[in-house]
């Protein structure tokens, strides 16, 4: 569910807020996610050409619909950003838009702390214990479980980003200097327990700059089409671990994909990943996934798919759902996530992460 509210206090200052009411039968150790989405203090043309924004903030960068590598500000719930990939959690920042002209402008982002992304623990367990698992085992160690702790970073994030629109489309070049949302193990101890070892395993979030790029526009040939894409320079920290770097050369990344509605109302949206949300370094991998939705004639009712293909083994991540329109102001979204292939596929490690969402959005 999802409270907005809209308040102008002057010509030039409003107070905008969300407040975000989610309910998931495996998203966390509560099932009732309730947490503010947005709330903040915006200026319009305060000083001439220049907007801000102050407060808890969504910050979309990147053309592309589905896991850009340039939207490096906002974590998303990872079970629910399946379903919808508007459903980002906001972040206390600063950001400043100014407007050379009505095609041009420069944007600037500050964020005094770093929010990592949340990743349920189970899943997470099972990542970590199926990394290092066996190279204690090849010792003769048996592992029977696992101990994490996460240690945030202190510093700030930001990013400034140069924006034009072109007659037939839209581009941008960005900068952005701060963490990897995903934890990295920065330690790894076996501790004897009664049934066997334990790892105590301390958790980290290494620093990155991003040099991006983005694009959008016609898609050459169909009319209605549109076209995205996200390139991302990605330099990472250097980041070992029981002598082996999990992080060390600069990499790239990529999300490149079309959207096209029909004249019957159905939606299609295919786009090729390279380097999927959990990625990063000699880990990326290509993928294609699809989504597709369906505006029903005369029903409240909107049916739809999401599929990501991992092209490395073949493993499949699929999301139904269906949307129910109460009135214009309220709907619902009941959506199921499942995956096949083995727990050793790209997409089979997430089987932990498979259950019954539920969603509402509450307008006015």
Same mark, same amino acid.
């Given at each position: ?36 989405? #947005?709330?903040?203090? !915006?200026?319009?043309? %305060? %000083?001439?050409?220049?907007?801000? &924004?102050?407060?808890? /903030?969504?910050?979309?960068? !990147? ?6 590598? $340039? ?17 980002? +959690? ?15 402008? /420069? ?10 992304? *949340?990743?349920? #623990?189970?899943? #997470? ?21 696992? &101990? ?10 930001? !990013? =400034?980003? /140069? ?5 037939? *489309? ?6 952005? +200097? ?24 301390? $958790?980290?979030?290494?620093?990155? +700059?991003?040099?991006? *790029? ?20 990605? =330099? ?15 990499? $790239? ?12 109302? /159905? ?38 798919? %999401? ?17 129910? &329109? ?5 709907? $619902? ?5 499942? =995956? ?14 498979? !259950? ?9």
């Amino acid at each position: 569910m999802d409270l907005n509210y809209v308040h102008n206090l002057t010509d030039e200052i409003y107070l905008e807020g969300d407040l975000v009411i989610r309910y998931s039968d495996k998203s966390s150790s509560s099932p009732v996610m309730i947490m503010p989405k #947005e709330l903040y203090i !915006g200026t319009y043309d %305060l %000083l001439p050409g220049l907007d801000i &924004n102050a407060g808890m /903030l969504i910050v979309n960068w !990147g053309s592309s619909d589905m896991f850009s590598p $340039l939207d490096n500000f906002n974590p998303s719930p990872l079970l629910i950003s399946f379903s919808n990939s508007s459903n980002k +959690n906001g972040v206390w920042a600063i950001d400043a838009t100014y407007y050379f002209d009505d095609v041009t402008y /420069l944007q600037a982002v500050y964020l005094p702390r770093f929010n990592p992304s *949340f990743i349920p #623990e189970a899943y #997470e367990k099972q990542l970590y214990l199926s990394m290092f698992s066996p190279q204690f085992e090849a010792q003769g160690i048996e592992i029977s479980g696992i &101990n994490l702790t996460h240690i945030l970073p202190q510093k700030p994030a930001w !990013g =400034v980003k /140069l924006s034009r629109s072109f007659t037939a *489309f839209d581009a941008a070049v960005s900068y952005y +200097n701060g963490y990897y949302f995903n934890a990295y193990p920065e330690s790894v101890t076996p501790v004897p327990e009664i049934s066997g070892f334990s790892l105590d395993m301390e $958790l980290g979030y290494p620093k990155k +700059n991003v040099f991006g *790029f983005e694009f959008q526009g016609d898609f050459p040939g169909i009319e209605g089409a549109t076209l995205r894409g996200d390139i991302a320079y990605i =330099v990472p920290q250097s980041w070992e671990v029981q002598g082996e770097y999990l992080l060390k050369d600069p990499y $790239l990344k990529a999300a490149i994909g079309a959207d096209y509605t029909t004249s019957s109302d /159905l939606y299609l949206n295919v786009g090729y990943i390279w380097g999927f949300a959990t990625e990063e370094g000699t880990a990326c991998s290509p993928y294609i996934f699809l989504n597709v939705n369906k505006e029903l004639e005369d029903s409240k009712f909107k049916p739809s798919y %999401l599929a990501g293909i991992s092209l490395r083994d073949w493993s499949i991540l699929n999301n139904i759902g269906v949307s129910y &329109n109460i009135n214009d102001d309220l709907s $619902l979204t009941l959506s199921y996530l499942f =995956v096949v292939g083995d727990e050793t596929s790209k997409f089979g490690q997430m089987k932990s992460a498979e !259950g019954i969402f539920l969603t509402g959005e509450w307008t006015f």
